[in-house]
């Protein structure tokens, strides 16, 4: 593993295997990769893997079904997909804690909720434990929109 200086002056690792990468994702230390545009620091908070599971979990806990929804022909739609009780789904996109919806997501999102189906999008595991609450909420009957 070597070390690259960032912008702001400051050190951060660069390894050379796959081994040191996984390290660094497991430890939470930010690092910097190669790519086309050059050198960019990466930083290492909520990777959208985890957040993915937590996610997938929570679901599973509620004994809902929880699709990975990985369409070919139509970019930007969400993520995930849960099936509620009555033929009720809604769609989820989940983003890590810095990402952003990109402009086609934005409109993939309005054209299902401008077909009545409810759209969340999740940038971090905290939020998940609140959506799965909201879901379980759902489930006794206690939200208005069941």
Avoid at 55 to 68: E, N, P, Q
Avoid at 76 to 82: A, E, F, S, T, Y
Avoid at 123 to 146: I, N
Wanted: glycine share 6%; charged share 25%.
């Amino acid at each position: 593993m070597g070390f690259l200086s960032s912008q702001n002056g400051t050190l951060a690792p660069f390894f050379y295997t796959l081994r040191e990468w996984h390290l660094c994702l497991a430890l939470k230390v930010p690092f910097v990769v190669c790519c086309r545009q050059g050198v960019r620091r990466v930083s290492i908070s909520t990777r959208e893997r985890d957040v993915e599971q937590r996610l997938f979990r929570a679901v599973k806990r509620l004994g809902l079904a929880c699709l990975k929804f990985s369409p070919d022909h139509k970019a930007g739609m969400p993520d995930r997909l849960i099936l509620l009780p009555a033929g009720r789904v809604v769609w989820v996109e989940l983003k890590t804690d810095n990402g952003r919806l990109s402009e086609r997501q934005r409109l993939r999102h309005a054209e299902l909720m401008r077909a009545g189906h409810e759209v969340a999008v999740i940038y971090t595991p905290e939020e998940v434990d609140r959506f799965a609450d909201g879901l379980k909420a759902r489930l006794a009957g206690t939200d208005s929109h069941t």
